[in-house]
Nanobody, 122 residues
Framework: QVRLVESGGGLVQAGGSLRLSCEAS????????MGWYRQVPGKQRELVAT???????TYADAVKGRFTISRDNTKNTVLLQMNSLKDEDTGVYYC????????????????WGQGTQVTVSS
C-alpha cells in the first residue's frame, strides 16, 4: 500500500520561507514523478510543481522563481522550498506521486497525501 506523508506546513509571515517534505512509502519501486498541488477553498486545485526521477521540473507561473522542487530518489522523498511567500500562497498543499504518469496536466497522479496547511499572513 503506497502512502504519502507530508510535513513542514505552518504559519509564516509574507516574505518568509517554508519547506515542505513528502515521503512515499510502501513500495519497492521508485516514483517516476512526484510533486505538489495546492487547494484554496472555493477555488480549483492548482498544480504547483512536479519533478521526475530524472530531475526534470515544472512550475506553475505563479511560483516560478520563488519555489524550488527537489527530490531524493534513494528515499522516494520530494521537497518544496517556498521563498518570498505571498498571501495568495495560502492553502492546503498536497503531495502527489505516480509510477508512470509525468504529465499531470493530462492525467492526475495516482497517489495523494493527506495535505498540509500553509498560511501566509501579511
Amino acid at each position: 500500500q503506497v502512502r504519502l506523508v507530508e510535513s513542514g506546513g505552518g504559519l509564516v509571515q509574507a516574505g518568509g520561507s517554508l519547506r515542505l517534505s513528502c515521503e512515499a512509502s510502501g513500495s519497492l519501486f521508485r516514483m517516476n514523478a512526484m510533486g505538489w498541488y495546492r487547494q484554496v477553498p472555493g477555488k480549483q486545485r492548482e498544480l504547483v510543481a512536479t519533478i521526475t526521477s530524472g530531475g526534470t521540473t515544472t512550475y506553475a507561473d505563479a511560483v516560478k522563481g520563488r519555489f524550488t522542487i527537489s527530490r531524493d530518489n534513494t528515499k522516494n522523498t520530494v521537497l518544496l522550498q517556498m521563498n518570498s511567500l505571498k498571501d495568495e500562497d495560502t492553502g492546503v498543499y498536497y503531495c502527489a506521486a505516480d509510477f508512470i504518469q509525468t504529465n499531470w496536466d493530462r492525467s492526475s497522479p495516482a497517489y495523494w497525501g493527506q495535505g498540509t496547511q500553509v498560511t501566509v499572513s501579511s
